[in-house]
């Protein structure tokens, strides 16, 4: 089976499901959608289509943008935004609810605190479910979006040295990124607080999936040597010990002279919403892509919404 | 005036509203859409038209039935989903917020805790005012596609033996339902504990409209003599005495063993969401209607809004 | 610059932005936009773009009327209707915010608390952003809706006696239709409790454009020589001693041998929601335009939308 017909009526609930060609092909497309876009063409290529967006947990960026890959295909969306309008407020399981919106939508995008839970709600539908995210676990359309970024900002991404810093351990945000990089001939610098180190199973996994790591604990170092740095946030709840992090707080928070005393130049990336991690007055810095990166969803989402409904 | 034209402009307030060739007209045209769903074709019958859901408690499956109905029109919809973001938080009263609706909308679909509130409201506009659902009032769409699922299921409705099963006396829907099926010459089984009986007053209408009732508080024997069994849920709270909650308990959830040991095809119905009173291992049955039954919400409302807005 | 080229990618933040050129364009447009509806026309005009509508606080009658304006014109909505359901709870600044959704959509419309927030979110985009309200601070499309529905009920806005009445100090939306006002040739009668006149320093705003303004405490006296009644309402919590508010109240309730007594006709218009400041009997009256006020909402926000998105 290609390509092509590999991702027809496919679920996507985790990054590492696509090989480097699905990856390639995903990519192309959201590019041809990102030039469509530019030009204010209009489409009518999933007219006549519903997408359901459930969404368990609040989220502005993800629902939205995936609403808007859907209107911008000239489809339709119905959605629940907000759990407390829901009937799982009744005591409804997720997989009923899915049976049942399944009656009603072509394509499911499912948010949900649980982990496993955009599979369980796979496997109650035969049409395509997207995980937009499932607790701790998996968030595999950011991880497409980061990557698309990357290939727009730098041209390729091949032969890349990419830094992922701050919480490693338990962000799925990186986590997935690192999946999807690995296709690719990337070099990966970890760079996070020893607390916060990358879980040695999903390092071990990316070693045998032949990704060069570095780790350190020094934000500046991996800056000094990277050519993407993906951001995340240390959060103070994530320390046993508050004196660790009053001590370590600071240390990856992103400020301009960081950047500009890189010596190179770096992309700086971040899933959004961001807190204090990256000090505003980096946004005006050329290689600061988070809010092009956040709008890349669009395109990403336009390329995976048709290439899943065929 | 004929069938067509009574229903031009006309609410959907009350199940009872509907005659014969009223009902009749509707399930024809309901089958005519799904139709047109399963051939995937594009229609624009209601296109250029709004519909406001206004849901003043939470439901996912009617708010999202009736936004997917209206889009597969061609319709457009704008949506209160959640009571607290609205301006009755504000004190405004029920006809001012319709009053107020009626400028935006075609169409508006109304979802209110109390009984009489979807007439209060359609005595506010002109526009049609659908009820779908006030408190412990009517749901008559409900009924409607109940009805229409049995049709489905079972080929035509006359003739059928339709036990109503669980709580007879709170249940919205079970009422509305029968006064639906009074319109056909069908038999009713009401299967219920004594603490939860159908009213007197709603059993004697239904014998005065010619309906052949019989009563049993046996889930089991009612199994064993219908063609269609519609089950609703029997809640603890309903009960003043707890152990007799406890005692009753069991005796109507619905096991995939009671179902093959009825001796002959019965199909079973939920206005869902459920809880636990149809074990999930009866979903595999053949004779297990009820996500089919939901996903009828949507021709069914397809042929009202087209119906009701001429 | 001509008046139309001034409107094309401008942000709509203040009623007082506009000058008569502009206004009077608005008003052509949305009466133009009104007849068009009135025919039942289906437009295209905004078809490919999409609005997206941030309400941080709880609106039905501005959100759902600016999207029924943008789906009447062919074009499609994303929405954020419950703070609670968004990525401010995370901790997102309204400027990153807003950014993101810069992406997403061709229109930005944002409700919100805090004073300013409208004119800090129209600095972190280039898309043209609409202010649906923000805290105490400003209306205007309000401001403009109210301004239209005095020209469509009288014929003219010039040579008009218009009486704001009620809560002068607080209200955001009398503040905003005096600006709007004083562009026309009309004389305002300001009629509230004395605890509640209007602020000092926009009366002599309005002085110094030229308006002439009369005050009084006697809603009766206003009633009796003006031909626009704009009401607003007195509010308990505004009063320092509840013994005022008591003696008060009933002075500001307007009720229809209020509006019989006045010996002339006029029109009377409140922004809604109203609690209990108008009596319901005087919704029956010719002059009664409030429920016509909020209705005008669409065209004026159609002509809106059409003009600054050129």
Redesign the interface.
Known sequence: MNVVSRLQGADVLRADQFDRGGLDLILDKARGFARSLER?E?LDTM??Q?L?TL?FE????TR??F??AM??LGG?V?S???P?????????TLP??I???????DVIVLRHPLVGSAEEAAQATDKPVINAGDGAGQHPTQALLDLYTILQERGEVDGLTVALAGDLKHGRTVHSLAQVLSRYGVKLLLAAPDALRMPPDIANDLRAAGVSLEETENLQEALSSCDVLYMTRVQRERFADPAEYEQLKGAFVLTREMVEGAGREVTVMHP????DEISPEVDALPGAAY??Q?????PVRMALLTLITG
Do not use: C, H, M
């Open positions: 204010g209009r007219g006549g519903i359901a969404f609040p989220s502005t960026r939205l943008s609403e808007a209107l911008r339709q119905v629940v935004a907000d407390k309008s829901s009937s799982a407020v009744k005591g409804e009923d609810t049976r049942t919106v399944d009656g009603y939508a959004l919403p961001r807190v809010f092009r956040a709008a890349n969803g669009v």
